[in-house]
T-cell receptor, first 116, second 112 residues
Framework: GAVVSQHPSRVICKSGTSVKIECRSLDFQATTMFWYRQFPKQSLMLMATSNEGSKATYEQGVEKDKFLINHASLTLSTLTVTSAHPEDSSFYIC????????????FGPGTRLTVL | DAKTTQPPSMDCAEGRAANLPCNHSTISGNEYVYWYRQIHSQGPQYIIHGLKNNETNEMASLIITEDRKSSTLILPHATLRDTAVYYCIVRPRGTGFQKLVFGTGTRLLVSP
């Protein structure tokens, strides 16, 4: 149980275009989903926390107008990288938290974004 | 900022026990110690967590010192598939305390 999927697993896009990444909790309902970014040879950095039905909370330094997060249901959150640039190339990982007092996080497999 | 300190890398021979240390000298009374690992180009995988007692599951054992200022993750019989970056994280548990702050972790290399 507690499986989180991401789609797509890899995406290559041209500079200036927008890319949408989906994060789904497959067998549980997630009140909260998290989006992380990981550059090569670095650790995961939390970008934002997303609660179902409300606006996402962004970490300091993360542009909310560039990284649009939608959490419309208890099983789906999307991250849209708008007007992507080569410096946005990274590994984007989501996690989902169970609707329980434990609030354990389960991670998706990640999405590799390459902006040309 | 991460509240833990881990060695950047460790080596282990296949079949031997891998003992990964973590220092968390500023841990608070309501904070748990969590361990995750990340195999190359994959999302992190939960391993184990504990508060003050030693814990064991099918993946690993967690030994927490009595003063809770440090802990050790033990992989009893390391395999090549255990090669990964291992992250030690401390955080409160329960509703509202969900944020995970990843440090740099320990890169474990298991060799034949």
């Amino acid at each position: 149980g507690a499986v989180v999927s991401q789609h797509p697993s890899r995406v290559i896009c041209k500079s200036g275009t927008s890319v949408k990444i989906e994060c789904r909790s497959l067998d549980f309902q997630a009140t909260t989903m998290f989006w992380y970014r990981q550059f090569p040879k670095q650790s995961l950095m939390l970008m934002a926390t997303s609660n179902e039905g409300s606006k996402a909370t962004y970490e300091q330094g993360v542009e909310k107008d560039k990284f649009l997060i939608n959490h419309a249901s208890l099983t789906l959150s999307t991250l849209t990288v708008t007007s992507a640039h080569p410096e946005d190339s990274s590994f984007y990982i989501c996690s989902a938290s169970l609707t329980s007092s434990d609030n354990e996080q389960f991670f998706g497999p990640g999405t590799r974004l390459t902006v040309l | 900022d991460a509240k833990t300190t881990q060695p950047p890398s460790m080596d282990c021979a296949e079949g031997r026990a891998a003992n990964l240390p973590c220092n968390h000298s500023t841990i608070s009374g309501n904070e748990y110690v969590y361990w995750y690992r990340q195999i190359h180009s994959q999302g992190p995988q939960y391993i184990i967590h504990g508060l003050k007692n030693n814990e064991t599951n099918e993946m690993a054992s967690l030994i927490i010192t009595e003063d809770r200022k440090s802990s050790t993750l033990i992989l009893p019989h390391a395999t090549l598939r255990d090669t990964a970056v291992y992250y030690c994280i401390v955080r409160p548990r329960g509703t509202g305390f969900q944020k995970l702050v990843f440090g740099t972790g320990t890169r474990l290399l298991v060799s034949p």
